[in-house]
């Protein structure tokens, strides 16, 4: 069983930064794409970023510039930098891995950009 802790989320400004982390731990063989998703009240979630074990990285248009995505692989560890936040980046950000071929979601963190 693979287990995911997140991490970093909070309340912020507009304008300002956050980083979230999600470290995966357990009985861990192999380690495919990590990524992060958002879901807002009343809306679906979202694929934010996801990064494949290539290193290859893909983004919502909405953060395009403002966040990345990166890796620690040999910590099993994804990080998501959000900078220049804004109050529609306000949600509920979960951490997504594949390994093991399984998916894995962790239990999510808030994050709240006021205006």
């Known amino acids: 069983q693979v287990q995911l802790v997140e991490s970093g989320g909070g309340l912020v400004q507009a304008g300002g930064s956050l980083k979230l982390s999600c470290v995966a731990s357990g009985s861990i063989f192999s380690i495919n794409a990590m990524g992060w998703y958002r879901q807002a009240p009343g809306k679906e979630r979202e694929l934010v970023a996801r990064?494949?074990?290539?290193?290859?990285?893909v983004y919502v248009a909405s953060v395009k510039g403002r966040f990345t995505i990166s890796r620690d692989i040999a910590k099993n560890t994804v990080y998501l930098q959000m900078n220049s936040l804004k109050p529609e980046d306000t949600a509920v950000y979960y951490c997504d891995v594949q390994a093991n071929r399984g998916d894995y979601w962790g239990q999510g963190t808030q994050v709240t950009v006021s205006s």
């Open positions: 990064i494949t074990g290539g290193g290859n990285t």
